[in-house]
């Protein structure tokens, strides 16, 4: 059994697998001030509800957007397996091809997205997370990274515009009835909910023009079930694409 880690910015998403089969998922808050015992008992506390034996564990792999957590988490997953944890990142071994001007700006958990994909799912492929920020992604039909997208994340601009306007509230994400809201609430609901499907159906057709050919379009991330409903394209929702990625990664370079 393996435990995987992905840190993002507001969340951490956790797991584990056994072979090729995931066993749960959970999310945590990322918080930069928690220290590695902290992250330890939260894990713990995880692993005894879902009744995992910590003796189980063969290892761990991390991928993380957010360095300053990084080795804590690292450190907390050591303490806690007592086993080998792989940081995703120079070094490791993905079968990714990344056709970028600097290979090493890519975020690890953009690479973990890219291997799944790869592995699941026919070329070329449009990938969408969407977390604190939304991340799109393209695969070409040689299974090459080439590119992508980075847009202000649903949330990101939701709070960006409740805390800058006086008078518009913090909302939940509730969607709403109808397309033409009647009042503050349901118009901010309907804003950000259909702009952002919008956006997200104007911003494939965009990349297939340049392609020239049709995507498999697969999205994943916390708020992906909240607006893929409301897109016009047919879009997988695979909410542990990001830990399959790590799975693959993981069984390419256990030893």
């Known amino acids: ?34 220290t590695a015992l902290e992250y330890a008992i939260m894990l713990k506390n995880i692993l005894e509800i879902h009744s995992i034996d910590m003796s189980d564990f063969r290892g761990g792999i991390i991928s993380s957007v957010v360095p300053s957590v990084t080795l804590t988490m690292k450190e907390a997953m050591e303490r806690l397996i007592k086993k080998r944890i792989m940081v995703v990142g120079p070094g490791i071994k993905t079968g990714l091809k990344i056709n970028l001007d600097n290979p090493a700006q890519l975020g690890s958990d953009r690479v973990a997205d890219a291997v799944a994909a790869i592995n699941l799912y026919p070329v070329p492929i449009i990938m969408i997370d969407m977390g ?29 515009l409740s805390g800058k306007a006086s008078q518009l509230p913090f909302i939940s994400l509730v969607p709403p009835k109808k397309v033409i809201g009647t009042n503050t609430i349901d118009c901010m ?20 023009n340049e392609l020239g050919e049709k995507c498999t379009v697969v999205s994943t991330g916390g708020v992906a079930k909240i607006i893929v409903p409301y897109c016009k394209r047919d879009i997988v929702i695979d909410d542990e694409l990001l830990l ?9 370079n256990k030893q």
């Open 1 to 34: 059994m393996v435990l995987a880690v992905d840190i993002g910015n507001t969340n951490i998403v956790m797991g584990c697998f056994e072979s090729d089969r995931i066993l749960f998922v959970e999310r945590l808050s990322t918080n930069q001030q928690s």
């Open 132 to 160: 604190t920020a939304t991340t799109i992604s393209v695969i070409d039909k040689e299974k090459n990274f080439i590119g992508g997208m980075i847009i202000p994340g649903l949330r990101t601009s939701l709070d960006s």
């Open 189 to 208: 609901k309907s804003g950000i909910i259909h702009s952002n499907a919008a956006n997200i159906d104007g911003v494939i057709e965009r990349i297939e």
């Open 244 to 252: 399959k990625g790590l799975m693959i990664i993981y069984n390419k």
